[in-house]
């Protein structure tokens, strides 16, 4: 019940804000938009949200709008009680001290970020059970070093051991 949405049109390649601000989900955890104009295509991005759960979105087509209702399927937010935490290396396997590290997956607020310790330690709180992969960059005298999302880095919510090791641009990691 203390969930709150954000739904977004498709115009062309943008995505602007139907609503100036989120929208509150009623004591049943439903809402309910009175008036969207038809044959737009209307997406719901990381945008239902509550605090201590994660995220979850939905997408209308444009070909489902040409009525006077449409009814999403249930929304289910998983709980987010749980952390992550690691350790970011250089190309020597030494500590990274400032590397930006970021993770998304199924459920999680998308591409969470944070900054790594002075010890190159992160640590995310607020996660979801699942697989999360990860990106990871820094700047080492004037070298691009990182991971993307598509490099096998991943982990389950609860993990904190987690060692990433950036390669020259955006490698496969280790």
């Avoid at 498709?10 to 104009?37: N, Q, W």
């Avoid at 199924?106 to 979801?128: A, I, L, P, Y």
């Avoid at 490099?151 to 490698?171: E, K, P, R, Y």
Wanted: glycine share 14%.
């Amino acid at each position: 019940t203390n969930a709150v949405v954000n739904i977004n049109m498709e115009y062309g390649r943008m995505l602007p804000k139907v609503l100036p601000s989120p929208m509150p989900v009623d004591a049943r955890g439903t809402f309910s938009i009175p008036a969207l104009p038809q044959g737009r295509e209307y997406g719901i991005y990381d945008a239902i949200t509550a605090k201590g759960y994660g995220a979850s979105n939905g997408y209308v087509l444009e070909k489902d709008t040409h009525t006077n209702r449409y009814v999403f399927p249930t929304f289910v937010l998983k709980r987010a009680n749980l952390m992550l935490a690691g350790k970011v290396l250089d190309l020597d396997g030494n500590p990274l001290p400032g590397a930006s590290v970021g993770f998304g997956g199924q459920g999680q607020h998308q591409w969470s970020q944070t900054q790594c310790d002075r010890h190159g330690k992160f640590f995310f709180e607020d996660v979801c059970d699942g697989e999360v992969r990860f990106t990871a960059s820094a700047i080492v005298e004037g070298e691009t070093l990182g991971v993307g999302p598509g490099t096998g880095i991943s982990a389950l919510g609860g993990d904190t051991n987690i060692i990433i090791q950036l390669t020259s641009g955006a490698g496969n990691g280790q």
